[in-house]
């Protein structure tokens, strides 16, 4: 189901694809996250995953200073596994 909102310009617009529950449909979830409200302002939201920025870093540590391979594995696992285990393995910035 397209929902479109009633005070959308004519002409061309970006699609936003969204997700919603099993027991809800587009204008219940429209209504619920306030998304065709005309009096907000535009926002954009834009999340950072930090495992693959972990990793990318103990990459490059490991090529330029091969000798600590050890300790930058060890660093590398403990960090991913405390992301994992207190959900911090993403950062949502608006």
Known sequence: MLDEPAFREPGLAP???L???CHQDARDFAFG???NDPNK??????????APLVSL????LIL?????????????????GLLGL?????LHLR
């Open 15 to 17: 699609m936003l694809v």
């Open 19 to 21: 997700l919603h529950g």
């Open 33 to 35: 996250t306030r998304m």
């Open 41 to 50: 302002e535009p926002t954009m939201n834009m999340t950072l995953s930090l």
């Open 57 to 60: 870093i103990a990459g490059i």
């Open 64 to 80: 330029l200073v091969p000798r600590l391979l050890n300790y930058i594995v060890a660093v590398y696992l403990i960090v991913i």
């Open 86 to 90: 207190f959900g911090g393995g993403s």
